[in-house]
């Protein structure tokens, strides 16, 4: 297996000393932090030409500790910055900003890291008081690093584990404070909502260790909290995404969790693949109760990140990135390491279930057998039938999780088109933006955040999406370095820039 330390060493100009103290693979080479906000404007181009139809912004959320952890770090424990790329009239700017969370407050205020990260060490005393709290990160650092959504005008970030929301402007990348739809949310919820693009509603829930182990939530396009319930699961769970139709929510029931006995006892959070238990997806009614959700059991495994839902008569079908065999297998040559990078490490393919709402039969298909991660459809097409997604290529022989390629794939007959990023070069993921309006779904650019590893330049990459294997149509010079990180976004020119679109 490839070690991290293979990829490079750090950028000398551009990061904190302190992390060479540390040594953690997520903190070195392309996951190195940068230690500066930054606002740029007129980018320039290093091949190609910025097409004049491409508006709106490319986001991406992702790690950056300010200062030194508090003990062992984990990818998930870096504090939140959001990379953003804006598009307008050929032209690019980019802002990147820290999300202003309490933890990072606590951080400046006090010069240290307060909080424990995902690997502790806990305050015992505080889970065992938590058996009926929801809030998860009170024991554990809350950095909101891991997701972006676009609702009511607003960017939401959201944190892995289950976090509190937070909420920014679009086009300055300012934090405005903790979202809690008018005080309405007593509770974290999930990295990954989901923003109907039809009805603009929000639709999203909690999970924790302790009961209510799932609690389902929508808010309203105006920003109130319309509907919550509470869902029974057999035990605590660890869902990641969920997926939305125009009449339902699927949430995920996956046999992949903690152990909440030896958490309680021990602060240690070992997740233990259970082989003889199914997946299962429980479909609910947008506004639907408990007792009205529809469990349907499929082979063991895990999934991470969904592609999309539809609704085709009384099916619905669902496409993902289906992990078979999500074992944690740790190396013991990694140390104390070896649970987040085993944990980190991904092997899975494109796979799609499929439900039927009135005889309750189910099918499911795997589609390709390449290695392949966060995937994403046009976002602006979430919960109708897509044809095509967009995904990250992921090596099995590397120590750490890092994007090699862009994978287009057509879900019409499962084919795909693979482009490799050149050696050296590591992607971010990769959403669709649609170009001029035309009747073809991929009538649009596929853009990624690309850092070369060998010299420290970070460039924004645009790729016709009907062409991913002729390369970037078009490279943009970043002012800064773009360490590896997690979610990005599309957003259109016209929830940006609505004047403008007016004026046009
Ligand atoms: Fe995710």
Redesign the pocket.
């Known amino acids: 297996m490839r070690k991290y330390t293979d990829l490079n060493p750090n950028d000398p100009a551009d990061r904190p000393t302190w992390v060479d103290e540390v040594d953690n693979p997520y903190l070195h080479g392309p996951y190195a932090p940068v230690v500066s906000e930054i606002t740029a404007v007129d980018l320039k181009t290093t091949a190609g030409e910025i097409p004049p139809d491409l508006y709106g912004a490319y986001l991406r959320n992702g790690p950056n500790p300010i200062l030194k952890p508090r003990g062992p770090y984990h990818w998930f424990d870096g504090d939140g910055m959001v990379h953003g790329v804006y598009f307008r009239d050929g032209g690019a700017s980019y802002i990147r900003k820290w999300i202003q969370t309490r933890a990072l407050h606590e951080e400046i205020a006090s010069g240290r890291v307060e909080k424990s990260g995902m690997m502790g060490p806990f305050n015992l005393d505080m889970i065992r008081g938590r058996e009926s709290v929801a809030i998860n990160p009170d024991y554990c650092k809350d950095t909101s690093n ?2 972006l959504n676009l609702f009511n005008g607003k960017i939401l970030t959201a944190w ?1 584990n289950a976090g509190r929301i937070h909420r920014l402007d679009p086009l300055t990348l300012e934090t405005e404070g903790e979202e809690t739809f008018g005080g309405a949310l007593r509770t974290t919820m999930n ?2 909502g989901k923003t109907d693009p039809r009805t603009g509603e929000f639709i999203n829930y909690d999970y924790g260790d302790f009961q209510p182990y799932l609690t389902y939530y929508v808010i309203g396009a105006d920003g109130k909290m319309r509907h919550q319930t509470r869902i029974d699961l057999p035990g605590p769970r660890l869902p ?2 969920t997926t939305i139709t125009p009449n339902y929510t699927i949430l995920h029931d996956f046999p992949l969790f903690h152990d909440p006995e030896l958490l309680k006892r021990s602060g240690y959070r070992m997740v233990t693949f259970h082989r003889d238990l199914p997946t299962r997806f429980g479909v609910i009614a947008r506004y639907g109760t408990q007792e009205q959700v529809r469990w349907f059991e499929f082979q063991p495994g895990y999934v ?2 969904m592609v999309n839902a539809w609704e085709d008569g009384d099916w619905i079908t669902m496409d993902g990135c289906f992990q078979p065999d999500p074992t944690i297998r740790r190396n013991p040559e990694e140390g104390p390491l070896a649970s987040m990078l085993a944990y980190l490490r991904y092997t899975g393919h494109l796979r799609r279930w499929r439900m039927n709402l009135k005889t309750g039969e189910k099918q499911e298909q795997q589609l390709d057998d390449l290695n392949v991660e966060f995937c994403l459809p046009d976002a602006y097409m979430y919960g109708v039938k897509t044809r095509y997604s967009y995904h990250q290529l992921i090596p099995t022989d590397l120590q750490t999780l890092a994007f090699e390629g862009l994978v287009k794939y057509d879900h019409s007959n499962g084919s795909r088109e693979v482009y490799r990023y050149p050696q050296g070069w590591y992607g971010s993921e990769s959403p669709f933006g649609k170009g001029s309006p035309g009747d073809d779904e991929d009538d649009g650019y596929a853009i990624t955040l690309a850092t070369n590893v060998a010299d420290y330049r970070s460039e924004a990459w645009i790729f016709d999406a009907r062409r991913i294997t002729a390369g970037p149509i078009a490279r943009i010079a970043l002012p800064g370095r773009v360490p590896s990180g ?2 990005a976004m599309w957003v259109a020119g016209h929830e940006l820039w609505p004047g403008a679109a007016l004026a046009a």
């Open positions: 891991t997701t892995y990295a990954h990641h995404d991470l990140h997690f979610h």
